[in-house]
């Protein structure tokens, strides 16, 4: 089968466009023939070696993945060949055949497309974890978002308003700020680290944000931190901007404020269970349209390098996604 490789670990000039195999699915896996595969943040740090989950070379990057399954490994119960599925495989997406944990393997409704489903696992999955399980935001607190035209910040708007949150988007471009408007947000910022603690305070009446929503990072952080509202949930997404930032603990005590970490591929391998609740949650929520997947851009299997070139210079709004066949 044809697939992208990673031979050298390094940036995606590296990615190599060749013949793989994979062989038939372990123990708790299953195989699947790949329709579409979704790009994430995450896949331009694992071909780098910089992932928390780093698999030996060579591999294939790319951790979610919409298709058919051809095949079950053993043990493996609920699933059978030719079931239409979502799957969360760390790695080995960028495929055309790809190997996914059947434990984050998730039955994908007739009515859903495998285009739609190719966007849903990774960033709504997080978005409903963080928001749901970790900052239990409830209706009519405001929500804000940085890096809000993004993978993520687009699901969040999306799932924030689904759950009666008021949304302050903010992004660096009035293009993006535009963008996110269109989804729905309600409150457009155009962020600088300099005026985030400023906004969040001024335009929530002095209170500040009540949740926070932090895939960004760097600069950003500790002063979107200062401007988070009293008994607020600052939620730890990930750090796009490319290094993780330091913030001084006396602030989370003079705010009574929480910091909390939000990591999907944790909380899926180890609460797996609930973790099929919330995407069967999202699934319904695509299926019925109360949330649209927001697909910037299809990128050929062979052209998967300028898909991860385009994640890293941060001109994704909405999710990129690879047409495997």
Known sequence: MKAILVKELGGPEKLVYGDHEIGSPGAGRVKIEVKYAGVNFPDTLIIRGKYQFQPELPFSPGGEVAGIIKEVGPGVEGFKPGDRVISGTTSGAFAEEAEGFAFNTHHLPKEVSFQDGATVLMTHGTVIHALKDRAKLQKGETLAILGASGGV???AIQLGKAMGANIIACASTDEKLEFCKELGADILHKYTPDNIKSALKDLTGGKGADVIFDAVGGDYSEQAFRGIAPMGRFLVVGFASGYVPKIPLNLPLLKSASITGVFWGNFFRNFPEENKTNIQEL???????????????????????????????????GKIIIQIS
């Open 153 to 155: 910040g687009t699901a």
């Open 283 to 317: 699934l319904e929520m695509v299926k019925n349209r109360k949330i649209n997947p927001i697909v910037d851009e299809v990128f050929a299997l062979s052209d998967t390098r300028h898909a991860l070139e385009k994640i890293e210079r941060r001109q994704v709004k």
